[in-house]
Every structure is written in structure tokens, then in C-alpha cells.
């Protein structure tokens, strides 16, 4: 069947208009599994493919009953002829049918028999309808050579190298009735051919009395199982559990283990089917010409090395081995029998070569299955052009409120930021209060619901962000242009506008809607933190005042100035009352790689916290809270929400024992507690202490998901790390296509009588999960894409370095783990983690000299809790204990194979002392945290007080009564006014 095995070939874009019959399809479910399966449906969903599905087997004329003795292939072959020929006949004789088969009888058999139905080979269709195609016709022949070899091998080779897979029906049932266990494999890629481990998922996770992931020990235990796959594992006893190996491990596939010691025996397991394979295509390196003499007889069959560490080599079948040898090149899997070591595959396309820029980010977005092809004419055509631009319509100006002259609305983005989202706004109303305006891009005026661009960006799901570029989910006149908040241009947007109390900062009322609006200032970050801080030099900073007049400039720059101050202070009262409910303020490693105008990369700049990063991101997280609390009561069963499930404390104990070295004690009963436990473990002589705590506690983490709320209890909805009862993402449409969703459910929640009802394109709770688990696998693609894209540019900054004369190459580093060989560091300076190894494989221990060097000796290692001992022969003993600093020579260790990665050498126990100083950020930020500690503080001794008052009130009604009749101002009131006071010496301090 040509869809069974050449579906690859179908999905192309050149090949349109394809009938797949109902009995090919079933075909495909039956004999292909799930995965291959659900490929088909959505090239059948695509309707840029514009293919059919024609359900022949429910048509009265095309349905063929089996006749007695016939095969099931003889069969269907039989009916997706007769449904072609009917298919010929409906058409009234007038369009020409061509069917295609690699069965050569059925060629033989229909070939002649009906006028107008052509029964031909895949290969002939390609060769004669599409002789211009070579790529399609390179697969095909690809596809059918790994085929036939396939097929060979099973016929001639009976060993067994793996057990036989068990049926799937035994493996469900064996899983429903608690002998086996589901969850998906997940290959260590630092020990690839020893540690793998399979995390519990579904009925298996609830059900089990395991609190661990499941340890597979070696490749026979995985039993041909690839990184990724859901599979079904058997426990061993537990007089054969392992328990993981505690030294440093190295990306060598011949890794020598022996010596290693193993922490504590975690259950152990074994595979004995695979549920779901979830191959993609992998990119793989050919071996050098004299691997190549050695891997066998038949110089045809190559095994080829994947960049992904995880994934087993794959053996092909190509002559142009010797002539990419050089190359990146992708290849896809076809099977893996149980008598063969190695998968077996096919040459797909050839990416280029090994080292180049283009090929290497091709490399990374292959790896993460993200397709970045140019946008269609089709949905160009559906977008304002020059040749029809875009305006403001009367029409809609009636059906949206008019901000541009009432509000002064302003944006703070990253510098160099296009697809600006979003915008603030804050003013004083007649009664005092405050407005706070949360403006968002109105993307959903510009992309209708199912059309063209909208099937685009729902595929894509989210913008991919590189060092160097970006790969936008809607096309540029959108995400730069027509839905970007730019300064100075009238805009459409939905914005969120809260009244709050102007000494409480309680919300009084909420409005939604559809507004127009036209930012006065395009801000970055830097220079809004600049104007907070009183810098009268920012205003060369802003474009909009540089060319006005000191009259006109100066008050125009305090009316901005006040209003970025009023969204502080708002912002440091909503993040307080968030902390009390046990927020966390969490870390994570992000480094801006600087390119000079060749596009060259000048630093690795690690990102420096400002306070007004905090001030944005409460005022977005405030609106998001407040957007999925109207969206979840209007729709209860069919909104897009996000929650973050609390973390398995398993994975706490890392953070917990590593806050133990310095005398912390942290408390991960609760986000509350974690919290508070966090703030309180402060080395005052080093701040890194507590960064890396944090740090370890973000990488403790669960992954925050989409989700519908028709699958979930109202219970499950929370958020652990922001302390919220409801979340989502409504504040960056133009980057995030769930915000899109969300924008739809809150016009939808908010919609009037006369307009049109937008409650007609609302996804039902089942559309709304297949589409949340689609978005959640896009994220966590862009994620590993832009971690994967950093470490690139880091090995690309370094490697034309020399790591012995360049002092860049010269960094202070911490450590934070210790293991049995060596020790986990990280370089603030240059945001990295990595390795760094104080015995090597020989068994070696290292010895540092003067100057800044170091060599390996004859020696040993000590390890205790908190620290360890190197002595090597002829020198002193060295003490390394978790948060001691030293200096380490950063260098990169290439790979022909695989990527390049950073290679860490400790040169000396003692910290680095660098040239550069940067106090004054860090600084800023100190006093940024104790500011937010005090206001919150302040709030927990508000709230105290007011619960104080209320409990009083129960106590004695009577004496309640009588202190009710005086006009003074109450407890609670006085309280406040206090804490007013308690405020304002702070912030003047």
C-alpha cells in the first residue's frame, strides 16, 4: 500500500488533490500504528494539501464484501479499485482517475480494464507526472531500497539479538490489570548506552505505588525502544534494581563506567513492547572513510551517527556515502527488527555541511521537528497589501472605544523588539482612584478563525526566538507592522482596565474591550529603568522626545517618568499580595548573545535584572489572572487556561541538600513555604548562593501546560509558581497561539447584541485538548530550540579563541554539585553549566601548578557530603566544597558526529578575580528585592491586623456595637495609614 509506506512522499507540497480511500486509511491504522496514522489524518485536516477522504466502504455502489479465501491485501487492492472506477463514473467520465499501487499483479489486472482509470506503479506516477520532483523520486527510491533490504534481512537472519515484543492487546491489558506499567522513554544522553528512564504517565502514574521514574539499565533492557517512545515496562525483582551511576559522565558512546559507584537502587525495569513509536526524521553524520572499510562486507549499508546523543546509530543503505561524508544529512527509520543491533532507515535529504552556520541552526530546528517554511501566497493574499493597505473603518470605530485622546499609552520592550504585544497605560480618575490600562495587539481583527493564516500559525504555535533570528508565527506585516503597538500610529487593540483603590490598591471594577489606541513612547527596558532612576541623559534614549524643545520636552518626560513610577508602586503592591499567597520569585540561566553589525558575535552578555522587567510582567501576569477568570465563567467546559501542577519533592532533595552545605533550611512542604525559605537563604559575603538555589529550585520545577477546563477539575486549575487560582496567556498574541484562542474566548465572553457572534467559530473541549497538547509540544520544542541555539553561539564566541593566551577564556565559576569524579560549576559571567572533571578516565587525579595550570597525576579522590578531597602523588591535598569559587579555563571540545560543546577546566581552587566590575546592577537589584520584601511585609501585618479585627468582631458583638458609634477612624484603618507611612520612608531611604 502506497500510503503504509511512501506517506513521506505524499505529505510533500507539490503533491495536491490526493482521494485517499477509507480502505487505505484503515490500512494504515491497522498495519502502521497510531502515530502514522494520525500523520495521515492531518495531511487529510491540511487544506493547503487540498486532499479528500472518500469513505468508499459506506457507499452502496463502491463497497465490496471479501470474498472466501481472498486475502486481506487481494481485498483491499479490489475495493480501492472499485471505488476509482466508481469515483471515474460519478465524474461523468469527463476527469481522468489514476490509481497507484506497488502491488504489480493489480497493474497487470485493472491496468486495462476500465477507460479512464489508469493503474500505475508509485514510481511511474513520479516519473511521469512529476519528472521535475527529483527530491520525491530520490525518497522513493530511499524508501524502496531500505524496503527490500528489510524484507531480506528478516527472511535470511534468525538470530535473536532483543526479545520479541509483546501484542499490543496483551501489553493494554497487561497495563490496565498492574503487571506492566505505560510512560515514555527518556534516554540520559550523558550515558546513552547505559541510562534510560521511563517516567510514569496516565492511568500507570496514579495507580502505581512507584514515586520514581523507572531506570532501564542498558540497551538490551530497552529492547529497541527510541528516546521518546511510550512503552510498556515489566519490574525486575528488587534483588536486580540499579540505582543510577553518581559520576560525571562524558557524551562517548564507548564510555568506560568501571569504578563508577551508583546511588541508591531506584526501581528497575525492563521493556517489553513499545505502545507508540514516536520516530521523526534525525539528522545524522556519515563515518569517515575509514570507519567506513571497517564496517563490513557490503559497503552499501552505512551506519550513521545521530547528532542526538540518545538515539541509537541507524543503519542505511546508499552509495553516496563517501560523497557526504562531510555533510549533515537527514534520515528517517523504518523499522527495527529484534535480529538486528541497529534500527534500520532511509536517506531522506541532505542538509549541507558540517559546520556551517545555516546548517547547524537547520540541524536544531530538524532536531525539534519545527518546519520554518516561507508563508504561502494563499495567505498573503488574505492580508492587507500596498496595493490595499490597511485603515481604520468607520465601522469599527463605532464598535470600539477611542483612547487616543483620553489615555497616554506607552510600551517597554526588549531593545530592537518588532512584534510589540503590548501596552500600559495609568491615570488618575475624577474620584482619585487609579486606572491601569493592560493594552493588547488585536490580532484576531486581522486572523479569522480557519483561514489561511490562521491554519499557519495554529501549525506553528509560537514564535521561534535564536540568538541571531527569529521565525515569526504570523507573517511580518502582521508581527512588525499591522498588529505591532508602534509608537505614534493608531492601533487596534483588546484591552483590560482595572479602577483601583488609590491607598489600598484593591480593584474595584474591571472593564474588557475592543479599543483603538496610539502608543506616544516605544520604550526598552534599559532606558525606562534609566527614567525611573532620575538619569536625565535617558531622554536621547527616547526618539519620540529627542527632537522637541526644552519647553515642550521636559514636562512631556516627567508626565512619563510619574507614570512608569505609578506602575511601579502598583506593580510592587500586586506582587506583595501575591507573595503572601506564596508566589515564587524562581531563576533561570538567560544570556543575550551580542552581534556587531556583521552579525558577528562581539560578548555573551548575561541578562542584568531590572526592577521595571518585575513592573511589566506583573502588570501582563495581572491581566492574564484576570482574563482566564472571565473566560472560565463564561465558558466553563471550554476554556484555555494554564496551570502548573506543585513538583514532585523527590526533586527538591538536590536543592535541599545543597542549601545544607551553607546551613540553609529549605521548606518545599508548600510554594509558601518554599518562598519564604528562598528569601531567607542569603549569604550576605556571596549572592551567587542564593541565585543558584533558586536556580535549582526552577529546575525542581513541574512544566507549566494548556489546558482545556472541561478536562480538568476546578481544583487542578492552580499555579503554583505565580500563587494564582486561574492563568493564562491573553497578553502576546502575535507571538503565542494560544493567546489567539484566548482573545476569541474573551470577545466571545464579552460579545453584544449586533455584532457578529463569535461564539459560532468557540472550540468544544475535545478540539480545545488535541489543540492544548499541540501547543504544549511546540513550546517545549521552541524552548529546547532556543537553549540549544545559545549553546551554539556560546561554542562559536569561544572557539576561535585561544584558551591558553585569550584572558575571555578565563572565568570565575561556582560549584553546585559534587560527584564521584569531578564537580558541576556555573560561570555567572558567561551563563554557563557544565562539567568539570577532577579524575580522568585513566584514573588520574589533577594537580595545579603555578600560573594559572594544571596536569593530571597519580592520586585519589575523597568524597563526603558537602565537599571533595584531590591528592595527587608529589603534591598537597585540594579541597573543593559546594559554593567554593575557582578559576576555570573555558575552551570547546569539537565533534564531527555530534554538537560542540563547552569544556570546563578548573585551573585554580581560588576565585577569578575579573577587570570588568559590575556592581552597579547587582546592586539596583538588592535594593529592588528588600523594597518588594518590605511591602510585603507591610501587606502581612495589614492582613494580620485586618483578620485580627475581624476575629474581634466574632469575640464580642456588643463591644463592636459601642465602638461603631464613634466618627474616628478604626484599627484597621489606622493600620493602613502606618503602613502608608512605613511605605514612603522606604522608598525614600
Known amino acids: 500500500m502506497v500510503a503504509q509506506d511512501y506517506l513521506e512522499i505524499l505529505e510533500m507540497p507539490e503533491l495536491r488533490g490526493i482521494i485517499f480511500t477509507q480502505t487505505a486509511c484503515q490500512a494504515v491504522q491497522h498495519c502502521r500504528g497510531r502515530r502514522q496514522y494520525n500523520k495521515l489524518r492531518n495531511l487529510l485536516k491540511d487544506p493547503r494539501q487540498d486532499c479528500v477522504l472518500f469513505a468508499n466502504e459506506f457507499q452502496v455502489y463502491s463497497y465490496l464484501p471479501r470474498e472466501k479465501g ?15 472506477a466508481w469515483y471515474y463514473h460519478h465524474c461523468m467520465e469527463q476527469i481522468p482517475i489514476v490509481m497507484i499501487t506497488e502491488d504489480e499483479d493489480a497493474i497487470q489486472q485493472y491496468g486495462s480494464e476500465t477507460g479512464g482509470v489508469f493503474v500505475i506503479s508509485f514510481q511511474s506516477y513520479l516519473k511521469n507526472f512529476l519528472p521535475d520532483l527529483l527530491s520525491a523520486q530520490e525518497l522513493y527510491d530511499s524508501i524502496r531500497q531500505a524496503k527490500r533490504e528489510r524484507d531480506c534481512e528478516s527472511h535470511d537472519n534468525h538470530g535473536k539479538e532483543y526479545p520479541e515484543h509483546l501484542p499490543l492487546q496483551v501489553l493494554e491489558a497487561g497495563t490496565k490489570s498492574g503487571r506492566y506499567i505505560q510512560g515514555v522513554l527518556n534516554v540520559n544522553k550523558h550515558r546513552a548506552q547505559l541510562e534510560a528512564f521511563v517516567r510514569l504517565e496516565g492511568s500507570s502514574s496514579k495507580e502505581s505505588d512507584l514515586r520514581s521514574d523507572i531506570l532501564i539499565h542498558g540497551n538490551r533492557a530497552r529492547n529497541r525502544a527510541v528516546h521518546g517512545d511510550v512503552v510498556a515496562v515489566e519490574l525486575l525483582p528488587r534483588c536486580e534494581w540499579k540505582g543510577r551511576l553518581s559520576a560525571l559522565g562524558e557524551n562517548e558512546p564507548d564510555e568506560r563506567t568501571a569504578g563508577d559507584s551508583q546511588s541508591e537502587s531506584m526501581p528497575t525495569g525492563r521493556v517489553v513492547g513499545i505502545i507508540q513509536k514516536n520516530w521523526r526524521d534525525y539528522v545524522v553524520t556519515f563515518p569517515s572513510k575509514e570507519e567506513t572499510q571497517t564496517q563490513g562486507r557490503n559497503a552499501q549499508k552505512i551506519l550513521v551517527t545521530p547528532w542526538d546523543y540518545r538515539i541509537p546509530k541507524i543503519r542505511i543503505s546508499t552509495h553516496q556515502a563517501e560523497a557526504l561524508q562531510d555533510c549533515r544529512v537527514i534520515v528517517r527509520i523504518d523499522s527495527w527488527e529484534s535480529n538486528s543491533l541497529y534500527p534500520n532507515g532511509h536517506f531522506v535529504r541532505v542538509l549541507g555541511k558540517i559546520g556551517d552556520l545555516e546548517v547547524e541552526i537547520s540541524t536544531i530546528l530538524v532536531e525539534n521537528s519545527i518546519s520554518v517554511s516561507p508563508f504561502s501566497e494563499a495567505q498573503m493574499r488574505e492580508l492587507p497589501s500596498l496595493e490595499s493597505p490597511w485603515s481604520i473603518s468607520p465601522e469599527d470605530e463605532l464598535h470600539r472605544v477611542d483612547l487616543r485622546g483620553t489615555h497616554l499609552v506607552f510600551s517597554i520592550d526588549p531593545k530592537g523588539c518588532e ?36 491554519i499557519e500559525a495554529r501549525t506553528r504555535a509560537t514564535t521561534y526566538y535564536l540568538p541571531d533570528r527569529r521565525y515569526d508565527m504570523l507573517p511580518p506585516v502582521l508581527s512588525a507592522d499591522l498588529c505591532s503597538l508602534l509608537g505614534g500610529v493608531d492601533r487596534y487593540a483588546v484591552s483590560v482596565m482595572w479602577e483601583m483603590d488609590r491607598v489600598s490598591y484593591e480593584i474595584k471594577k474591571v472593564w474588557y474591550g475592543r479599543t483603538i489606541i496610539r502608543s506616544a513612547y516605544k520604550l526598552f527596558y ?12 535617558v531622554i536621547n534614549e527616547i526618539p519620540e522626545l529627542m527632537h522637541l524643545g526644552d519647553s515642550s520636552r521636559n514636562p512631556r518626560l516627567e508626565e512619563l517618568r510619574v507614570a512608569i513610577q505609578r506602575l511601579t508602586d502598583l506593580a510592587r503592591q500586586v506582587r506583595a499580595k501575591r507573595d503572601i499567597g506564596g508566589a515564587l520569585e524562581l531563576e533561570g540561566v538567560e544570556v543575550r548573545v551580542q552581534l556587531d553589525d556583521k552579525k558577528n558575535i562581539d560578548d555573551l552578555v548575561p541578562r542584568q535584572p531590572l526592577e521595571v522587567h518585575e513592573t511589566i510582567a506583573e502588570c501582563m501576569i495581572l491581566a492574564n489572572h484576570w482574563v482566564a477568570k472571565k473566560i472560565w465563567q463564561n465558558f466553563p467546559h471550554q476554556a484555555l487556561l494554564r496551570l502548573h501542577p506543585p513538583p514532585c519533592q523527590d526533586f527538591f532533595e538536590a536543592l535541599r541538600e545543597c542549601a545544607r552545605a551553607k546551613g540553609f533550611n529549605i521548606d518545599t512542604r508548600s510554594n509558601k513555604a518554599l518562598a519564604d525559605s528562598l528569601d531567607n537563604a542569603n549569604d550576605p559575603a556571596d549572592p551567587l548562593v542564593n541565585k543558584l538555589l533558586r536556580s535549582m529550585a526552577t529546575q ?3 512544566v507549566a501546560e494548556y489546558f482545556s477546563t472541561g478536562s480538568c477539575t476546578e481544583d487542578q486549575f492552580y499555579h503554583y509558581g505565580l500563587a494564582l ?24 465572553a464579552i460579545w453584544k447584541d449586533g455584532e457578529a457572534d463569535p461564539r459560532d467559530y468557540l472550540l468544544s ?39 591558553c593566551r585569550d584572558a575571555r577564556c578565563l572565568a570565575d565559576a561556582i560549584i553546585y554539585s559534587i560527584r564521584t569524579n569531578g564537580v558541576l560549576l556555573f560561570v555567572p559571567r558567561f551563563g554557563i ?41 608529589g603534591a598537597k591535598s585540594v579541597f573543593f566544597g559546594l559554593f567554593d569559587h575557582v578559576t576555570v579555563r573555558i575552551s570547546v571540545q569539537t565533534s564531527r558526529c555530534h554538537k560542540d560543546t563547552i569544556r570546563l577546566e578548573i585551573i585554580s581552587n581560588q576565585p577569578y578575580h575579573s577587570p570588568e566590575v559590575e556592581l552597579s546592577s547587582q546592586s539596583t537589584q538588592l535594593v529592588k528585592t528588600e523594597l518588594v520584601k518590605e511591602v510585603t511585609r507591610s501587606a502581612e501585618e495589614a492582613q494580620l491586623a485586618h483578620r485580627a479585627v475581624t476575629a474581634a468582631t466574632i469575640v464580642s458583638q456588643e463591644e463592636f456595637r459601642q465602638y461603631r458609634q464613634t466618627h474616628e477612624p478604626c484599627l484597621y484603618a489606622l493600620l493602613e495609614e502606618i503602613r502608608d507611612m512605613a511605605l514612603l520612608d522606604v522608598s525614600v531611604g
Open 419 to 454: 512584534d510589540v504585544d503590548d501596552a500600559l497605560s495609568i491615570r488618575t480618575l475624577a474620584n482619585e482612584n487609579f486606572e491601569l490600562g493592560v493594552h493588547i495587539a488585536d490580532v484576531t481583527h486581522f486572523v479569522a478563525t480557519n483561514s489561511q493564516t490562521d
Open 70 to 84: 481472498e486475502s486481506v491485501d487481494k481485498w483491499q487492492t479490489r475495493c480501492i479499485y472499485n471505488a476509482s
Open 700 to 702: 525542581a520545577m513541574s
Open 833 to 873: 553549566k557544565g562539567a568539570a572533571y577532577l579524575r580522568n578516565k585513566e584514573g588520574l587525579v589533577i594537580c595545579f601548578l603555578p600560573d594559572r595550570e594544571s596536569e593530571w597525576r597519580p592520586g585519589s579522590l575523597q568524597r563526603s557530603q558537602h565537599k571533595i578531597i584531590a591528592t595527587p602523588m
Open 765 to 803: 473541549n475535545k478540539d480545545l485538548v488535541e489543540l492544548c497538547k499541540h501547543i504544549n509540544n511546540r513550546n517545549r520544542a521552541a524552548q529546547h530550540c532556543q537553549k540549544q541555539s545559545t549553546e551554539l553561539f556560546q561554542c562559536m564566541y569561544f572557539k576561535d579563541k585561544d584558551p
Open 725 to 748: 487560582d486561574k492563568y493564562t496567556h491573553f497578553t502576546s498574541p502575535i507571538r503565542r497561539y494560544a493567546d489567539i484562542v484566548v482573545h476569541r474566548l474573551l470577545l466571545a
Open 526 to 537: 534599559e532606558a525606562a529603568q534609566r527614567l525611573l532612576d532620575g538619569d536625565p541623559s
